[in-house]
């Protein structure tokens, strides 16, 4: 289990976002492998602190985490993608103000290979019982993938790249300043270590090797999804540069409120108005549940407002298979707002037996004359 992000990056839950990347910079700066030469650990304590930097300076990640800690994540397709040093500084670079920190670049790496594809979000509107049951939804989007008649190289037919002229092939730029040595990527070919003259790019793609392209899907949302869950679509993101794997699509999903039901988590409550001769003389009402209705017994000398318990009758819980939350039922006392001649001697009989000192029939009629 992965230590707690907090205690990591040694900050209070409640740290602002610009505390949490101080404390970031500070602990890159401590752990970099290329500081720490003599530590074998260094290299997986800076990917650690990473980690815990990026979830904790998301604001969705962060609240999901604050809620669920480590397996909410995971539970919305989150998992971890550093899988060098490199990948690190390319996603958080900007936070040092330059991009290769003392040579990162270094130490055997060598220019980084063809980048992955950028994952997409498309939002997923569901109602309440569809949430509660799972359903199925197409989804629409538009994404970027490669380009048919250059296959992703973005270079038009015989046609062949060129060999970088600022970096020689590398990728990368190293500037000095004293001791200081500071790699970044190569400004000419975006890291790529080659170029391609203006007359051989695809003229499909314009070179770019991509072209975007509209595309249908059917998602299959699970039995129990609240708001603000994820369904991570493997493979369905943007193209990445050829010989690199696409992106993801992450459904996010946004469940309607009910008429009837609310929701906290599993555990689903409703409010249900019952007439006063039945919760002092007790009986069985029926009441509506997720999965239908259900009878519940309501004893003599119910007071208004006591909430009734239904185990396991509430929505399934996500990734927990058989579990269930509870139903809660508020039982509230019905007052009509208008009553028949009859009942309204009824009710003066009965208030007159409880001494209840009830207004007299026709009270505002003799108070103002």
């Known amino acids: 289990m992965p230590r707690d992000y907090y205690e990591v990056l040694g900050v209070e839950k409640d740290s602002t976002a610009q ?20 530590d074998p650990s260094a290299e997986d304590k800076f990917k650690e602190v990473s980690e815990a930097y990026e979830v904790l300076s998301n604001e969705d990640k962060r609240r999901i985490y604050d809620q669920f800690g480590h397996d909410g994540l995971r539970g919305r397709g989150y998992e971890p993608n550093f899988t060098d040093i490199g990948d690190i500084f390319s996603a958080f670079g900007d936070i040092f103000g330059f991009g290769d920190l003392f040579g990162m670049g270094g130490r055997g ?6 980048r992955p594809g950028a994952d997409l979000e498309v939002r997923v509107r569901v109602d309440f019982m569809e949430a509660a049951h799972g359903t199925k939804k197409e989804i629409d989007f538009l994404r970027h993938v490669h380009c048919e008649a250059c296959e ?12 970088c002229g600022t970096c020689g092939g590398a990728g990368q730029v190293i500037q000095a300043s004293g001791l200081l040595r500071i790699r970044t990527t190569c400004p000419s070919c975006r890291g790529q270590g080659e170029v391609v003259d203006p ?5 499909d793609c314009r070179g770019s090797g991509r072209t975007r392209r509209h595309e249908s899907l059917i998602v299959t949302v699970p039995a129990g999804v609240d708001s603000g869950m994820q369904i991570r ?6 193209s990445g540069d050829p010989g690199a794997p696409p992106g993801n699509l992450y459904a996010t999903i946004e469940v309607e409120p009910h008429e009837v039901f609310t929701r906290k988590g599993s555990e689903t409550f409703c409010e249900i108005p019952v007439p006063y001769p039945l919760v002092v003389l007790g009986g069985e009402i029926t009441v509506p549940t997720v999965d239908g209705e259900e009878a519940l017994e309501i004893p003599a000398g119910t007071p208004s407002g006591r909430v009734f318990t239904l ?9 927990r298979r058989g579990q269930r939350g509870n139903h809660h039922i508020q039982i509230v006392v019905e007052v009509p707002k208008r009553v028949t001649p009859e009942e309204e001697e009824l009710l003066r009989q009965l208030a007159e037996l409880q001494g209840s000192g009830v207004q007299e029939k026709g009270f505002w009629r003799k108070l103002f004359g």
């Not at 992703?152 to 060999?163: T, W």
């Open 19 to 38: 505390e949490v990347k101080k404390a970031y910079r500070q602990a890159a700066l401590k752990y970099h492998p290329d500081r720490n030469p003599d």
């Open 109 to 114: 790496r060598g220019r980084r290979g063809p």
């Open 152 to 163: 992703g190289k973005g270079l038009k037919a015989g046609a062949s790249p060129q060999s």
């Open 199 to 203: 007359s051989d790019r695809c003229p």
């Open 233 to 238: 679509l493997l493979g369905k993101g943007e």
């Open 311 to 319: 185990r396991n009758k509430g929505i399934v819980r996500v990734n």
